[in-house]
């Protein structure tokens, strides 16, 4: 093969090799503690607008994502007092105390990225719209 055909393929090769380097890195990164939600609040998240409407539908769904996966913890009317409480009481989400921020928009990363390793992100397992149908539920547990 003549040489001036070996630089194409180098740098093909290269590609490669940084583009298996990124997943890596990504996926170590999803890994890492300082993607969580900060406590305090996010003022970009703040922002955020919530684009699912709180309908019965929306509701409905809600429920049913937060039976599965948040009840279990967070208890059966958002208390704190689910049976897998681990070494850390989960707080209250019925209540105006908020650690990670009040907003829609806050709520949502708080459940898309979690907020320590006993409240694990749920963006792997929930597409954004579950996430947001949750987060309608949630509000509706405070009324």
Request: hydrophobic content about 35%.
């Amino acid at each position: 093969m003549p040489r001036r055909h070996l630089t194409p393929l180098c740098a093909l090769c290269a590609l490669c090799v940084l583009g298996v380097l990124g997943v890596f890195c990504v996926a170590a990164e999803q890994q890492n503690p300082a993607t969580f939600a900060k406590k305090g609040g996010n003022p970009e998240a703040a922002k955020v607008k919530n684009p699912v409407a709180a309908s019965p539908a929306s509701l409905a769904a809600g429920k049913r994502s937060y039976t599965r996966l948040c009840e279990k913890c967070h208890g059966p009317e958002g208390h704190g007092d689910g049976t897998a409480v681990t070494e850390k009481q989960p707080p209250d989400i019925t209540d105006s105390t908020w650690e990670f921020g009040s907003t829609d928009g806050e709520l949502f990363v708080a459940v898309h990225d979690g907020t320590s390793p006993d409240m694990e992100g749920y963006k792997e397992r929930m597409t954004d719209t579950e996430i947001w149908n949750v987060v309608n539920y949630v509000r509706s547990l405070a009324k």
